[in-house]
């Protein structure tokens, strides 16, 4: 828990979120409106109680009007290169283990302190445990997804994909989308988000 605790306050993501809001002159409740999401959540992120999963954060992102990568920049990172080594999990984001609802995957920002990307990469972890399926999302934007190990179920519009270490997928983010695990193997892929504000 100490451990979950100190990667979620380096991410810095509540933080960035109440700053972008209180500069907007927005209220909790103003937010809570915008994204659909209710306020004791929004306080719980902002307070770095709960890491949002990244549909959320990209409802946050479109409320407030920045671009994602807003989330993992760093203000003074002014890098043309960035190397992210092997076994670096420092910027980790875990699934809390109580509060908030259970999220079928955790992902690890793989560009994170870069400024001024347009694309954002993760490492995504889709835990078959978990059963609740979460809700399709569509937001601006394209998104690549490559399965590394283990079986994604992909829906996308009105298709369903099965996915296998290998395979790789290029959607249009505004039809309705969402990834989980089959099988009873943790799955793990490259996911690389594109999103027009």
Same mark, same amino acid.
Do not use: C, M
């Given at each position: 828990m100490d451990e979950y605790r100190a990667e979620v306050k380096e991410l810095r993501i509540g933080l960035t979120i109440r700053e972008l809001r209180q500069k907007q002159r927005m209220t909790l409740?103003? !937010? +809570?409106q915008v994204t659909e999401l209710s306020k004791p959540l929004l306080s719980q992120i902002e307070n770095d109680q709960v890491i949002p999963p990244l549909a959320t954060l990209l409802r946050i992102s479109k409320a407030l009007k920045v671009p994602l990568q807003t989330f993992f920049e760093e203000e003074d990172n002014t890098q043309k290169c960035l190397v992210v080594r092997a076994g670096e999990s420092n910027r980790m984001n875990r699934r809390p283990s109580h509060g908030g609802a259970p999220q079928p995957y955790f992902y690890h920002s793989l560009a994170y302190g870069k400024k001024h990307k347009h694309m954002e990469p993760f490492l995504v972890e889709f835990d078959p445990a978990q059963t609740e399926q979460s809700q399709p999302v569509r #937001?601006? /934007? =394209?998104?690549?997804?490559? $399965? $590394?190990?283990g079986r994604? =179920? !992909?829906? #996308? /519009? @009105?298709?369903?994909?099965? !996915?296998? @270490? /290998? %395979? +790789?997928?290029?959607? %249009?983010? *505004?039809?309705? #989308?969402? !990834?989980?695990?089959?099988? *009873?193997? $943790? @799955?793990?892929g490259i996911a690389v988000l594109y999103t027009r504000n």
């Open positions: 409740q103003d !937010l +809570s #937001h601006t /934007g =394209e998104e690549f997804f490559y $399965i $590394i190990e994604v =179920e !992909l829906k #996308h /519009g @009105a298709e369903t994909y099965i !996915l296998e @270490a /290998g %395979d +790789s997928v290029y959607w %249009d983010s *505004n039809e309705p #989308h969402s !990834l989980k695990a089959l099988g *009873n193997e $943790i @799955a793990r």
